[in-house]
């Protein structure tokens, strides 16, 4: 903030452009050392987290704390791989992931082609349900939910909670889709259909394979979503052969001493799925999301 | 593609005419679209629509769910609740948990998209950074929640620094006192929230014309001028929309402050949804949860108009 002379001392344009070669080197190390000083906020816990993970459980809370011991070991890590019941929260977590991600693309895809290209009554109200049904808190729709779940016999289920996520998943997955196709030009697919194809083939075979950024970033929210769920994985299972990560992580929380070195092992290990998939995917996932946000 | 550019090749705006009406006919039945729409018809007819008529039916009666022969009851249930001190409790938490936070993400979010956007930073050292800052935003609540009740444990690292550094004698019992329970909640969810606001904010900010800069800066304006008179108002419907949605997603939390205190202690952190939860599965009373959570939907609701015509505006 303090080299804000500098700047406007410069003098006219064309000579600020060459500014950042000449006279910037102070100013260029200050922003890296309030970078790396900005990002002990987010990474510091994160850090702590990960080096946690590899303590044994006696050295957790060593006073004072060492980021690094000399006991630091992966027998967490082995004792989440060498126990079914907690390696079954992960096979949960990735078929309901899964199976919401498959569904909500399938669903978003068709409305969004619909809401796209054709003009029909009653556009203009839907697309404001849609916008507001985001709004609508988790909390209202989860008794409702559980009464619903148990009478059509899915309590407990697979079934209950895929279907109960597509609420939360389905309204941005149409926005940022009809948002991705409004920018594909029509005259693609008039030019397909003056040839005969019908509307299933356009949307399938012409319009979906240009929208592969659209459909990665609309897939990565979702999987996102499903993944870190809790209200409703809390609520509408109940044994343990069908819960999901984050409750599982809540589990072994409950235990009486906390096996802390676990608990974070088995953080990091949930954790995996999103950041491979945000590492993968980061640059489509942000410039969807953000489009999404702003113009939804 | 040749096609395209034979019906169109003036760009003008009478070939657009009889395009639009030609679609019509290309397209086929007018009831088309209904049929793309059909599958998500069906999912918000049947999990918006009547779990919300459902929820409102529970309402007025006098032990829904649990006893097959309710009775209706009026509004009864809406004044239990609504005379209820800790319906006000939960409802003040809320309101100052989502209003600090979003402040808060606001403020941490421009300032590390402002600082990201510094042309002095290399691509790679931006990208990096960038993935550090966003970090936080990427973990389940349940993470962040076991992560922290971690680093508060009054043996964890955050009493140690605190007692290193002089702040306090002692540790605190930071989950459990409830005078630091309810900031050290928001504490948190400022911390893995911020990056949802940088994101589009950094993104905004690359989107704002370099002439109006070299403007401002031939006309003498200094950094914090252009960011005040240059930066936030071609920002601003981009803040407003982030600001509400952000609101709207703080005041419906749960995962963050069931996992850390349960609402405790002594309902200092008490917040509508779980409040609701609790009068639904710690209690029971499903008639008297439903009716919180239709005053949670009417106030939801509200934000959402704010929302819309936010957006709209913005069209």
Avoid at chain 1, 97 to 113: H, Q
Avoid at chain 1, 202 to 218: A, E, H, N, T, Y
Avoid at chain 2, 34 to 53: E, Q
Wanted: with cysteine.
């Amino acid at each position: 903030m303090s080299h804000a002379h500098s700047t406007t001392d410069r003098g006219p344009a064309p000579a600020a452009l060459r500014r950042p070669q000449r006279s910037a080197a102070p100013k260029r190390i200050g922003i890296h050392a309030l970078l790396i000083a900005c990002a002990l906020f987010p990474a510091l816990p994160i850090v702590w987290m990960a080096s946690t993970s590899f303590k044994p459980n006696g050295q957790v809370f060593d006073w004072p704390p060492k980021l690094i011991t000399s006991a630091m070991n992966f027998d967490s890590y082995a004792a989440i791989f060498a126990d079914g019941g907690k390696l079954r929260f992960f096979l949960n977590s990735y078929v309901v992931a899964g199976s919401v991600t498959v569904l909500t693309l399938l669903v978003s895809v068709l409305a969004a082609y619909a809401l796209s290209r054709y003009e029909f009554p009653f556009k203009r109200a839907l697309n404001v349900l849609i916008i507001s049904v985001q709004a609508v808190p988790p909390i209202t729709l989860l008794i409702p939910y559980f009464g619903l779940v148990v009478t059509l016999g899915l309590y407990d289920t697979y079934g209950g909670l895929i279907l109960t996520y597509m609420v939360f998943t389905l309204p941005y997955a149409i926005i940022m889709m009809t948002g991705y196709f409004n920018t594909l030009p029509r005259e693609l697919d008039e030019a397909v259909m003056v040839d005969g194809a019908g509307p299933l083939t356009v949307l399938f075979r012409i319009l979906l394979p240009i929208s592969v950024p659209g459909l990665v970033s609309v897939g990565v929210y979702t999987f996102m979503i499903a993944w870190n769920e809790y209200l409703f994985a809390l609520t509408l299972t109940r044994t343990n052969e069908m819960r999901t990560v984050p409750i599982g992580i809540q589990l072994l929380m409950g235990q009486h001493s906390y096996d802390w070195s676990q608990i974070m092992a088995m953080s990091i290990l949930g954790s995996i799925p999103i950041l491979v998939l945000f590492t993968f995917f980061q640059r489509y996932f942000l410039s969807g999301m953000s489009a999404g946000a702003v113009k939804a | 593609m040749t096609t395209s550019t034979a019906v169109d090749p003036s760009r003008g705006s009478l070939p657009e005419r009889p395009h639009g009406r030609n679609r019509h006919s290309v397209h086929g039945s007018p009831l088309r679209p209904y049929a793309f729409l059909t599958p998500t018809l069906l999912v918000m007819l049947v999990l918006m629509v009547v779990p919300i008529v459902m929820v409102i039916w529970y309402s007025f009666q006098d032990s829904a769910v649990t006893i097959p022969s309710t009775e209706f009851v009026g509004l009864e249930k809406y004044r239990q609740v609504l005379s209820d001190g800790t319906f006000w409790t939960a409802t003040a938490n809320t309101a100052l948990f989502a209003g600090i936070s979003v402040i808060a993400h606001f403020i941490i979010g421009i300032g590390f998209a402002t600082l990201l956007n510094s042309e002095l930073l290399s691509p790679l050292v931006r990208a990096i950074f960038r993935t550090v800052f966003i970090l936080p935003w990427l973990f389940t609540v349940a993470v962040v929640a076991v992560l922290w009740r971690m680093l508060l444990n009054p043996n964890g690292i955050v009493n140690y620094l605190v007692t290193t550094f002089g702040i306090t004698d002692s540790g605190v019992e930071w989950l459990a006192n409830s005078s630091t329970a309810l900031p050290i909640i928001i504490f948190i969810n400022i911390w893995c929230g911020y990056p949802f606001f940088m994101v589009s904010l950094l993104a905004g900010l690359q989107g704002i014309p370099k002439d109006l800069y070299e403007a401002a800066r031939v006309d003498g304006a200094g950094i914090i001028h252009q960011f005040f008179h240059v930066t936030i108002p071609q920002l601003r419907p981009i803040i407003l929309s982030m600001a509400i949605l952000d609101f709207i997603w703080t005041t419906q939390q749960f995962a963050l402050i069931w996992m850390t205190t349960g609402g405790g202690p002594v309902d200092s952190t008490e917040m509508l949804s779980t409040y609701t939860y609790k009068l639904a599965f710690s209690t029971y009373d499903f008639s008297a949860a439903s009716a919180s959570a239709v005053v949670v939907l009417l106030l939801s609701m509200i934000l959402a108009v704010l929302y819309v015509r936010q957006q709209r505006a913005r069209d």
